[in-house]
């Protein structure tokens, strides 16, 4: 009696893990900018992020984490670039040469990750290794903010 109890709990844990695992996303956020002089988006002197996500979270709610912690990171950052958190912009890498303007429509960002990811998946968006891996690849793009350092001229009378 005892044996056959423990055998279904452990039935029932075994099945929870593989649901857990099966519904669970590793998304990974890298940061670029554009430079105040114009030109092609340069990538920013940071390590990458990288977070497994359950995909039934919100995907504004996991995009907007992982931008927070991307900013996070840069505060920490011993960087003398000065970027604008407002205005952003998402890429997704293809492949390590190729990478596709994330449009933010209603129907992308406003489900499940696991909608996001199903939809991304569909329109060809995602690389076969990120689509086996269940891995979203993102690019965080950002401006350089125009700062006018004010010098103090107290000192000089």
Known sequence: MQ???ATAIKSKIS??????????????MVLWYF????????KAQLLPIHDPWNGTTPAVD??????????EAHAAAPSRLDLDFTKVGFGINLS?????NLEMTPDIIGGT???MFSILKGKQKL?????KSRTLSLRLYLYENFVVRSRTFNNLM
């Not at 430079?35 to 340069?42: I, Q, R, S």
């Open 127 to 131: 690389s076969e290794s990120d689509v």
């Open 113 to 115: 990750l696991a909608s």
């Open 35 to 42: 430079p105040l002089g114009g030109g092609a988006a340069k």
């Open 3 to 5: 044996l056959q109890h």
């Open 96 to 100: 390590a040469k190729s990478v596709l």
């Open 62 to 71: 996991v995009l907007t984490a992982m931008k927070d912690k991307i900013k």
């Open 15 to 28: 099945n929870l893990q593989k649901q857990n695992k099966a519904e669970t996303y590793s998304v990974g």
